[in-house]
């Protein structure tokens, strides 16, 4: 059996279908805007999101309801072909979420030639990465991060750094 601690980040829940996956965005996303968009904990710089596992793991899935909790009505498309996608945050002024997928960039140079810096450096802004691991040395160190597993079909483990709370 697998442990429930793997690298420090707790499991969060098993997932049995994609819907489920959207969900738990969902939640999540409403959880960041509560800790850190209400003035309880305000943050000198954008939340960052890192997503890594197994390849179908369910990042975009994962995503796609994050955005919704958000309250983006926009369909959440995978940036693999543009790396990143910006998308305004209705309950934020000014803030913006960040879609960015590294699966197809060779290093964090390409990251660094779109400016990431500067949007990390923006506390309004929310951005997620898909295969974050690859520019981890560029990512703040309280990087939320998220891992999924492929277990079969329809189910998936998902692991957080993070469970909701500062
Ligand atoms: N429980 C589940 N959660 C999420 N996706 C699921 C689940 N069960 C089946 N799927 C399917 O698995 C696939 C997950 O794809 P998705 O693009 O979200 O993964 P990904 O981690 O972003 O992939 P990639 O590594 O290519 O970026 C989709 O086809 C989805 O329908
Ligand atoms: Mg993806």
Known sequence: MRPKVKNKRKLLCASLSPRETRKIGRTFARKVLDCFFSGKHPRKQAIVIGLE?????????????????????????????????????????SGYFYHIDCYRIESSKDLKSIGI??????????IIIEWAKKIKEIL???????????VDLKKRRIYSSWCGKN
């Not at 990042?59 to 998308?87: N, R, W």
């Not at 810096?117 to 929310?126: A, H, Q, R, V």
Request: glycine fraction near 12%.
């Open 140 to 150: 703040p160190k309280n990087t939320i991060w998220i891992r999924f597993d492929f």
């Open 117 to 126: 810096k500067k949007l990390i450096k923006d506390p309004k802004n929310i």
């Open 53 to 93: 596992g197994d390849l179908g793991g369910g990042k975009t899935t994962f995503t796609q309801g994050f955005a919704k909790g958000l309250g983006i009505e926009k369909k959440i498309l995978s940036p693999t072909f543009v790396i990143m996608k910006k998308y305004p945050i209705p309950a934020v002024k």
